[in-house]
C-alpha cells in the first residue's frame, strides 16, 4: 500500500514560502507518526491560512529523528520562525523537496479546489485542519497526485474511492513535476518581486534596459529573465539558493552570457563592458 503524508505549516508562525522558494531541503516538525514514516514515502506539503492549499511535493529523505541526530543542521530554518513555536529538541523530519508552487500563477492545489473532490473534501486537512502531519492512504495519495499533475480535481471518478476513471482528452495541458534542482519559479517570482520593490521598475542588470521601453506594454510589462550567477549543475546536492545568488537579465543580455560554456567568465566580462561603457 502506497502511504504518503501532509505536512502542514502556519505563515503566521512559519513563513514557509520563504524557505521554500531558496531551499530544496526542508525539516519538519514531527510530533506524531515517529515511527511510521519511512525514508521514500511522499509527501505534500500544507499552506494553512488565507491562501490555503498545496504548495509543494516532496519525498522523505531522512526517517524522524532528534534534531541533534539530524544530517544537515544548517536547514533547520530557525530564522524563518516567526514566533517562539519553534522547538529545537522536538523530532525533525528531513524533505527533499521536489518541486514547488507558492501561488495560483505557479499552479498551486487550493484548498478550495480541493473542496469540490469527492474524497479529499471528507479529509481533515479539509474538515479539522488543526495539526502538522496527516497521513494518507493510497486512494488519497493517487487523488492528490491527479490533482498535482493536472491542476484538476473535477471530472469522472470512482463513486468509492475518489480516484480518477476519465482523464481528459488529448491536447489538455498538463503540469508536469520536475526536480525542484532543475529550476523554481517559486524563486523566480520572489527574485523579481524583490527587484521591482527596491527599483521601482523592472530593467536588465546588465544594460540596463527595461523592456516596456522597447517593446509594447501588454507583452513587455514585467517581462525579465532570471540567471543564476553560479550554474546550477556546479551547485552541491540540497545547495540553497538566495537571492544574492540571481541576476535579473534580458533575453539578448541572458544568451550573450551563455554564449560558451564559461558562462561564468561572460558573465564578469559583460559586467566590466558595461561598465566601462558607462
Known sequence: ?????????????YDMDAYLASHPYIYWRCPILINEIKVG??????????????????????????AEDIKF???????????DVADKDESKVGIR?????LSEEDGLISRELLKKHPLVKKHRIITNPTGT????????TAALDFAWNNAVVEGDYDKEYGT??????EGKYKIVSHRRRERS???????????AKEHKRIHCELCKTNLSDVYPPNLAEGYIEVHHIKPIALLEENSPTYLDDLILLCPNCHRMVHRTKNA???????????????
Not at 3 to 12: D, E, H, M, R, V
Not at 41 to 57: L, Q, S, T, Y
Not at 164 to 169: G, H, L, T, V, Y
Open 1 to 13: 500500500m502506497s502511504i504518503s503524508y501532509i505536512f502542514q505549516g502556519n505563515p503566521k508562525y
Open 41 to 66: 514515502d511522499k509527501v505534500f506539503m500544507w499552506r494553512a491560512g488565507e491562501n490555503a492549499g498545496m504548495v509543494a511535493v516532496g519525498e522523505i529523505s531522512e526517517a524522524p529523528c532528534p
Open 73 to 83: 543542521p544548517e536547514y533547520l530554518g530557525i530564522q524563518h520562525w516567526t514566533s
Open 97 to 101: 523537496i521536489l518541486e514547488v508552487r
Open 133 to 140: 502531519v496527516f497521513r494518507l492512504e493510497e486512494d488519497l
Open 164 to 169: 480518477p476513471i476519465r482523464f481528459e482528452s
Open 185 to 195: 519559479s517559486a524563486l523566480r517570482n520572489t527574485k523579481i518581486k524583490s527587484f
Open 264 to 278: 561564468e567568465k561572460n558573465l564578469e566580462d559583460l559586467l566590466s563592458w558595461f561598465e566601462t561603457k558607462r
